[in-house]
């Protein structure tokens, strides 16, 4: 195992879910980070704040989540890939912000890692409830973009991956991970920093056009376009405002600027959904029934899929890295072929919603939840696993 | 003209919206043309509002150090929050920011922070930054970030209408306090000075000489700066106060002007009057009676950057250090036989480095024997006494279920972890006790080989009673053959204090010799 | 009051003065500039621009002393102030002073 010159831990270790989300950061090009201590994702929060100063790069604990947000978004405005990290309550008190931060096209990234809720609930135990939120959280409409990991090596790798995807679509992404993963230690192994591909958001540059004609939000093909960002003291004197907005920047206060300017949010993320969304495949082909799972869930669900495939249920998994924008198409035609979706979560039933929506009505669709505190028991997913195969089952549904 | 034949944009104009390129504003015509939209002035502030003075004496600073001083307009940032005093953003040619109610000063951190050449500049209102903004006003002035923070107080929510805030008087009336403020305001200066700041100034617009020279003079000064400005409200506030009220009808169209005409009578400039005493006076009726203004406080003292600076500093030497450690690390052949998915649970109490030694067995398993290894731990919130427990799970194939389901061993150092893990053992398995603090009881399960060894006496007579989770480790290494004894041993010498690396080592081979021997039995 | 004989000095003395501008379509009538100009060089006119306000209107330029405030104070960018070169005047007299309640 080599460290490297640049402050990199190249190499294997046995590492926290939280750390190796620090450390993915950090590879991915993070140099700023403002937090505040939240149980489970606190460790996120030291791990940045021992880390950057070694890379030059800035740390600092703002006194509320609120301050945090903001603040990652300043930082963003003045060219710095920034992130912040927090659990429910903190992510609850994020979400004006992060509006602010999706109606400025800012890149940026937003790490929950999720436990029990509701209000302060369980802070050291794991929950999956934050799903919906991570959708619907802020008001008016947006799309956003949340990956979920399985392990502490994919939050590694998906949190590099959420750097690129906000830099990409300037925008900021979620990496929703849980008290499970965020606590857990496992094998992580840190690439050397050649072999990582990074993306920075498309900047503009003095010279390449006049300050006056610089237009901080060009239309462009209108097709999902993103435009080039300046950042503050390269003499572009941008404005921007959280007020519905023009291409200048300037507000408008009426029905066709609003029209404009959702509409260009939401096509951002949608016309790019090829690109954004990832799904993990397994055994599909002779499937009747697929289990449709992400982060600790569908980790967990792998057993109970085996155990069902030696019962002889032909049981299939998918498994959603991207949780949003949500992967409808796949569903959609899924639903065709198959006899019945099983969604397990540690939740009441959340992105089951989803699957049901997308499944309308050509495949029944069940859930297997439990609402936080502990991952789902095998035994509980196989017998839904059963249910849905249209087997008659001694387990109750609650 | 019927609708449907009105053009859009008409129908917007005739339905109050602003119009975006069809203002009626030339630009170019004033010598402050150039650091102004002009595509977007005419500004919304109503007749009489203090906000356009503020402007351009703000506008006056900076033109004044741009050409004495030579600021590049180009690094300066206005970062504002929401409200009447908000709407500045959006009419000054620099990078502006218009965020949101409350939070400009967090924006303005990050942008500072990540680009201290910036000069960034927060000029919000009352309700603003220290009503919702409050705890980000505090904060900012107890780091003494380098920002200046350009406070337009004008007593009220003028925006929504008139609603009272944090600053307006006692006894003063506002659209939801129209029967006399029952609340008392905030004295920001003396918030600003106690919070931390290392500049703070008070003036009235109608003072807009000396205000333009403070505000010079605070966007130069290294650290916190704050300038409170009063301006007149009136629409709102000098509609519902006596101030707003001249002596003749005409008067009654120019607020404004009128309450600027108070100002001078009420305006006492008073330099270096302690912060305290700055309040703004007002009578029982709520009408100002006093306004102190000046500049009250003028104490440069290091700022947050040079504290980051010296910081980082701190932090690279301490790179370099973990740098060699790492380097350092011998390289071991990785295992090559199978190992089924193998369950481990540790248990005692608080302090006795039950979660170190499930670190130690995973890092093993998984750098070192090159498996797969899952490591998580339980535990209250108590740092001592309480009860700790870790699980470990090793594998040569990927883990599914990174928790315990049915261990095959245990590794237990308190009676309480024997009572809470002795029952979910799996039949056939092992249970190694520190015998020295377990006792077994009458009816402890047939099932399961238990075998004890007085792991804390051990480490005792070697010299360090914090070694005996080590003594266990090497038990337990011993006893089960899951993690290879020189994995085990190079993850236990990573993971102790240099300082007590032999007698852990010591530690380790006592336990895994009496381990062997329990292997041979077996 | 008056003197009774001119300073002999009075050729050195060296009167700052300023050449208002008013941008009467940008006024909105405040009344800012014209209370609080230190030399009563401006009254609120009579006409009135397009938004229907009255803008104000130099009574005597030759007593400007460009003191800018009028600039200054106002919200609306509607009054600038150029610089027309110090002279020195033909007579001194004294000024009233401004009475302050």
């Known amino acids: ?398 | ?522 | 009051m008056t003197y009774w004989r001119q300073p002999l000095d009075r050729e050195r003395i060296q009167v700052p003065h300023g050449i208002v501008h008013i941008i009467e379509e940008r006024c909105k009538g405040c009344g800012f500039c014209v209370e609080f100009c230190p030399q009563h060089v401006l009254v609120m006119s009579k006409r009135t621009n397009s938004k229907g306000y009255h803008p104000p209107e130099l009574i005597d330029e030759s007593k400007c002393v460009n003191c800018g405030l009028c600039a200054l104070l106002c919200p609306d960018f509607a009054v600038y102030v150029e610089n027309g070169g110090p002279h020195s005047p033909d007579r001194v007299e004294p000024v009233h002073r401004i009475r302050v309640t």
């Open chain 1, 1 to 398: 195992m080599m460290s490297n010159d640049k402050g990199y831990l190249t190499g294997e270790h046995f590492m926290l879910g939280d750390h190796a989300a620090a450390e993915g950061a950090l590879l991915a090009g993070c140099r700023f980070f403002a937090g505040y201590p939240i149980t489970p994702a606190t460790e996120i929060a030291e791990r940045m704040s021992v880390r950057l100063p070694q890379i030059g790069g800035v740390y600092i604990q703002m006194e509320d989540e609120l301050a945090s947000m903001n603040a990652i978004l300043g930082a963003s405005w003045a060219g710095v890939k920034s992130m912040t990290a927090t659990s429910g309550p903190g992510f609850s008190l994020m979400m004006e912000n992060l509006g602010l931060g999706i109606m400025l096209e800012t890149p940026c990234v937003l790490v929950n890692v999720q436990r029990g809720g509701p209000s302060t609930g369980l802070p050291t135990l794991v929950g999956q409830q934050d799903m919906m939120q991570a959708r619907w959280g802020s008001h008016g409409d947006y799309e956003i973009i949340a990956l979920v990991p399985t392990s502490p090596q994919e939050l590694f790798d998906l949190t590099i991956r959420a750097f690129n995807l906000s830099e990409k679509y300037r925008t900021p992404v979620l990496v929703m991970t849980d008290a499970e993963i965020g606590h857990m230690t496992e094998k992580v192994i840190i690439p050397p920093p050649e072999e990582i591909e990074l993306v920075t958001r498309p900047e503009v540059r003095r010279g390449d056009v006049a300050p006056d004609h610089f237009r901080i939000f060009r239309d462009g093909d209108g097709n999902g376009y993103v435009s080039p960002m300046a950042r503050a003291g390269q003499g572009f004197r941008i404005h921007v405002t959280g007020l519905t907005h023009d291409e200048r920047g300037y507000p408008g206060m009426n029905a066709e600027t609003q029209e404009w300017n959702v509409r260009r949010l939401i096509t951002k993320i949608r016309a790019h959904r090829d690109d954004i969304i990832q799904v993990e495949e397994k055994n599909l082909e002779d499937a009747e029934v697929v289990v449709v799972s992400y982060g600790i869930s569908a980790r967990t669900s792998l057993w109970p899929i085996e155990l069902a495939r030696r019962e002889g249920i032909r049981v299939g998994y998918l498994r959603l890295i991207t949780v949003w924008p949500f992967p409808e198409d796949r569903i959609r035609a899924l639903a065709k072929q198959v006899r019945a979706f099983v969604v397990p979560e540690i939740n009441m039933g959340q992105i089951v919603r989803e699957v049901e929506r997308c499944a309308a009505g050509q495949a029944e669709v069940f859930g297997a939840n439990k609402p936080g505190g502990d991952i789902l028991e095998p035994e509980q997913v196989l017998d839904v696993i059963r249910r849905a195969a249209g087997q008659t089952t001694q387990v109750q549904e609650t």
């Open chain 2, 1 to 522: 003209m019927t609708e449907d034949k009105m053009l859009r944009s008409e129908r917007l104009h005739m339905m109050g919206y602003e119009p975006p390129d069809t203002s009626d504003w030339v630009t170019g015509q004033h010598p402050m043309d150039d650091l102004l939209r002009g595509e977007r002035l005419p500004h919304i502030w109503c007749q009489g509002c203090g906000l356009g003075t503020a402007l351009t004496t703000f506008i006056s600073a900076l033109q004044w150090l741009e050409e004495n001083r030579g600021l590049e307009l180009d690094k300066v940032a206005v970062v504002s929050g929401i409200g009447c005093t908000g709407r500045i953003a959006g009419y000054i040619r620099l990078d502006s920011f218009h965020t949101t109610h409350g939070r400009a000063i967090p924006f303005a951190t990050g942008l500072k922070l990540a680009n201290p050449e910036l000069k960034v500049v927060v000029i919000s209102g009352d309700g603003d930054i220290a009503g919702i903004g409050g705890n980000h006003f505090i904060h900012a002035a107890r780091r003494n970030l380098d920002i200046t923070v350009i406070c337009v107080n004008n007593f009220n929510y003028g925006m929504t209408g008139g609603q009272v805030g944090p600053t307006t008087p006692h006894e003063a009336r506002a659209v939801t306090t129209q029967y006399g403020n029952f609340e008392y305001p905030f004295n920001l200066p003396y918030l600003a000075a106690a919070s931390g700041a290392s500049f703070v100034a008070r003036w009235t617009v109608l003072h807009a000489r000396r205000l333009e020279w403070s505000l010079r003079e605070a966007m130069e000064h290294p650290g916190f700066s704050f300038v409170e400005v009063i301006a007149p409200c009136s629409t709102a506030y000098a509609r519902w106060n006596p101030e707003g009220r001249g002596l003749d009808p005409e008067s009654l169209r120019r607020r404004g002007l009128e309450v600027l005409k108070y100002y001078q009578q009420v305006g006492r400039i008073a330099h270096e009057t302690h912060p305290k005493d700055a309040a703004v006076q007002v009578d029982h009726k709520g009408l100002l009676t006093e306004i102190i203004e000046g500049k009250f406080l003028d104490d440069p003292k290091p700022d947050l950057q040079e504290a980051i600076d010296h910081l980082a500093s701190v932090g690279e030497a301490r790179w370099l250090a973990a740098k060699k450690a790492l380097d350092g690390r011998p390289k071991i052949a990785k295992r090559t036989d199978y190992v089924p998915r193998t369950e481990v649970q540790l248990g005692g109490f608080g302090g006795q480095g039950i979660i170190s030694a499930g670190m130690i067995i995973g890092q093993a398993a998984a750098i070192y024997d090159g498996l797969e290894a899952s490591f998580t731990q339980s535990y209250g919130p108590e740092a001592r006494g309480g009860s700790a427990g870790s699980q470990v799970v090793i594998s040569s194939e990927p883990i599914h279920h990174p928790h315990i389901i049915q261990p095959a061993s245990a590794i237990i150092m308190s009676q309480g972890a024997y009572a809470k893990y002795a029952p979910i053992l799996a039949p056939g398995g092992m249970l190694l006790i520190d015998d020295g603090l377990v006792t077994l009881a009458d009816d402890h399960r047939r099932d399961v080989a238990t075998y004890g060894l007085p792991a804390t006496q051990i480490a005792e007579g070697l010299g360090n009673s914090r070694a005996a989770n080590t003594v266990m480790l090497g038990f337990w290494t011993g006893a089960l053959g899951v993690v290879s004894q020189e994995a085990m041993r190079q993850s236990v010498a990573e993971s102790v204090p240099t300082k007590t690396l032999e007698v852990n080592m010591h530690a380790f081979d006592t336990g895994f010799q009496q381990g062997l021997e329990i292997a041979g039995q077996s």
